[in-house]
């Protein structure tokens, strides 16, 4: 029994048998090599670069030191969901430029110098997210980078984001998250009005016309924030219905399905695109285009997947799939985007949605993440 559990620990790693080289590490058991490997239960794990930082003392440390420093910068910025895009797309980055390729197994003799690449960029990582300027210099978005290029309105969203946190911060974890989600479907709003969805390849010369908008967005609704003087519900959770059936619309219909679902610990909305719409009397049906990002794993076919994203998925084309049956998780940086009609009925000066979940949907793709 002793025997079988050494072989299982030796080719569960995830790693390429020993080659047959001059190599010092090729023939060393996996616990010399990573001497925290039994001890964690790395063999569990299923992605090389977490068995490293699972078995390997240095580098557990320094992913301590990094989840710590994560932690830091997401409670000091609202925009939580662009944080938590970019550091998956860091995580890819990361792992490719130290030479690991998806879950593509490591040879032992390539373990050594994978370690001191993952140990060097984390470090310098951990360093990087303590400079709250970097908070700005790594937006992805267009109107990310058009306000970062501008002092002036780079000042005015920094002090929106202050006066924001000021209220979430004093919120108990649950209301908190669901602040989080509003205060981006706030920007994703911003960003429509002002003409800057779905602008990413447009350059930043030709946006110019867009500053002006964000400047009024930033002096309005820091005005709100301060006039609402700490009070949550005053900013919060009070809009129920939309002026107009549109993007918006359908963005609020979105956020309150995933507010009422639990959807927020798994999933956040990047975009809501309005494609087509119609208006009959009190009746109206609007077709978007949605993309949602993965903030924590769940499973392709399950009540997240099927209430929050319409439909389960195979992850392997990365399609909707209507029969329930793969149990594959959705990684962290993991982009799905939906195609679906949003039914609106009109409601005094208001627009409704009903839906309690996201309708069924047969067009889509998931992008995969690290």
Request: glycine letters at 8%.
């Amino acid at each position: 029994m002793r025997a079988l559990a050494l072989a299982i620990v030796t080719i569960g790693i995830g790693l390429a048998p020993p080659a047959h080289a001059d190599n010092a590490d090729a023939g060393r058991p996996i616990t010399d090599i990573l001497p925290l490997f039994a001890k964690n239960q790395c063999e569990a794990i299923k992605a090389p670069a977490d068995q490293l930082f699972c078995g390997d003392p240095a580098l557990n440390a320094a992913g301590v030191k990094l989840n710590g420093a994560i932690s830091e910068r997401l409670n000091r910025i609202p925009n939580r969901r662009l944080a938590i895009e970019e550091n998956a797309e860091w995580i890819r980055d990361r792992n490719s430029s130290c030479g690991i390729l998806g879950q593509q197994p490591l040879k032992r003799e390539d373990i050594k110098p994978v370690k001191n690449c993952l140990l060097k960029e984390t470090e310098e990582r951990i360093d990087i997210l303590a400079d709250p300027n970097f908070d700005c210099l790594a937006v992805n978005t267009t109107a990310g980078l058009l306000i970062c290029s501008d002092p002036t309105l780079a000042l005015a969203k920094a002090e929106l984001n202050e006066k924001v946190m000021g209220v979430i911060t004093k919120l108990k974890d649950n209301e908190a998250r669901d602040a989080f989600d509003e205060y981006e479907r706030w920007t994703r709003e911003r960003d429509r009005k002002c003409g800057l969805a779905n602008k990413e390849n447009v350059p930043l010369r030709e946006l110019s016309p867009s500053e002006t908008c964000l400047s009024d967005y930033f002096a309005g609704k820091t005005a709100e924030v301060t006039a609402a003087k700490g009070d949550a519900k005053r900013l919060f959770g009070k809009q129920l219905m939309s002026p107009a059936p549109n993007a918006d619309a359908v963005d609020l219909c979105v956020a309150q399905i995933h507010a009422s679902g639990a959807c927020g610990n798994f999933l956040a909305v990047n975009r809501v695109l309005e494609i087509d719409g119609k208006q009959t009397g009190d009746s109206a049906e609007v077709v978007s285009s949605i993309e949602m990002v993965v903030v924590s794993p769940f499973t392709a076919c399950s009540p997240i997947a099927s209430n929050c994203t319409g439909t389960c998925w195979d992850l392997k084309s990365g399609k909707p799939k209507s029969t329930p049956g793969s149990r594959e998780q959705f990684r962290v940086g993991y982009r799905l985007r939906i195609e679906k009609s949003f039914a609106f009925q009109k409601n005094g000066s208001g627009w409704r949605c009903n839906a309690t979940t996201i309708p069924p949907v047969e067009v889509g793709i998931a992008l995969s993440g690290p």
